[in-house]
T-cell receptor, first 113, second 115 residues
Framework: DQQVKQNSPSLSVQEGRISILNCDYT??????FLWYKKYPAEGPTFLIS?????DKNEDGRFTVFLNKSAKHLSLHIVPSQPGDSAVYFC????????????FGQGTTLQVKP | EAGVVQSPRYKIIEKKQPVAFWCNPI?????LYWYLQNLGQGPELLIR????????DSQLPKDRFSAERLKGVDSTLKIQPAELGDSAVYLC?????????????FGPGTRLTVL
């Protein structure tokens, strides 16, 4: 049972445009969500997170939106840059779960110059 | 500051052979995680340590997998015997605090190929 789903395996956008990566979850107990970015031959690196008490969190060019009623979150990158080309993983967690992150399958983003 | 170090980076073995992976977390980090990442999938937690105690090993296939973190610093993950389906990337991550809410820092992983 895939509790965190990223239904788009890949996304291609033009440099300077907006990239929108989507993530859906099924477990209502999730209350903390994260996005990780992964380059080839490297481990994932933390990008941005959001708590369920918020519906938006911004960090520079990156914004995460959370829609709890739809069990959906999205990562917006504006403007997209070629260096953003990577695999993006959505992950979810819940209070008292001792740090267990449930990851989605990942979306490969390609930003074309 | 050095990141999470893993070795080897790549390993090719024949099925039924044993294999071991080593992880050195970021200095001062008390929590250590081992994840399994299959091709085209996200990481899946195998085991989590707080200091030297395994606090969550519910996803570790204990018939063939074992792990240890004897002095609460370095950790090893072992598979014996390896099966074809074990081919994957094994990721180690560490976090400063215990309790699970601190940011996890990942190493580059060990890519295992079982022939």
């Amino acid at each position: 049972d895939q509790q965190v789903k990223q239904n788009s395996p890949s996304l291609s956008v033009q440099e300077g445009r907006i990239s929108i990566l989507n993530c859906d979850y099924t477990n209502s107990m999730f209350d903390y969500f994260l996005w990780y970015k992964k380059y080839p031959a490297e481990g994932p690196t933390f990008l941005i997170s959001i708590s369920s008490i918020k519906d938006k969190n911004e960090d520079g060019r990156f914004t995460v939106f959370l829609n709890k009623s739809a069990k959906h979150l999205s990562l917006h990158i504006v403007p997209s840059q070629p260096g953003d080309s990577a695999v993006y993983f959505c992950a979810a967690s819940w209070s008292g779960n001792t740090g267990k992150l449930i990851f989605g399958q990942g979306t490969t983003l390609q930003v074309k110059p | 500051e050095a990141g999470v170090v893993q070795s080897p980076r790549y390993k090719i073995i024949e099925k039924k052979q044993p294999v071991a992976f080593w992880c050195n977390p970021i200095s001062g980090h008390n929590t250590l995680y081992w994840y399994l990442q299959n091709l085209g999938q996200g990481p899946e937690l195998l085991i989590r340590y707080e200091n030297e105690e395994a606090v969550d090993d519910s996803q570790l296939p204990k018939d063939r997998f074992s792990a240890e973190r004897l002095k609460g610093v370095d950790s090893t993950l072992k598979i014996q015997p390896a099966e074809l389906g074990d081919s994957a990337v094994y990721l180690c991550a560490s976090a400063y605090g215990t309790g699970g809410l601190d940011e996890q820092f990942f190493g580059p992983g060990t890519r295992l190929t079982v022939l």
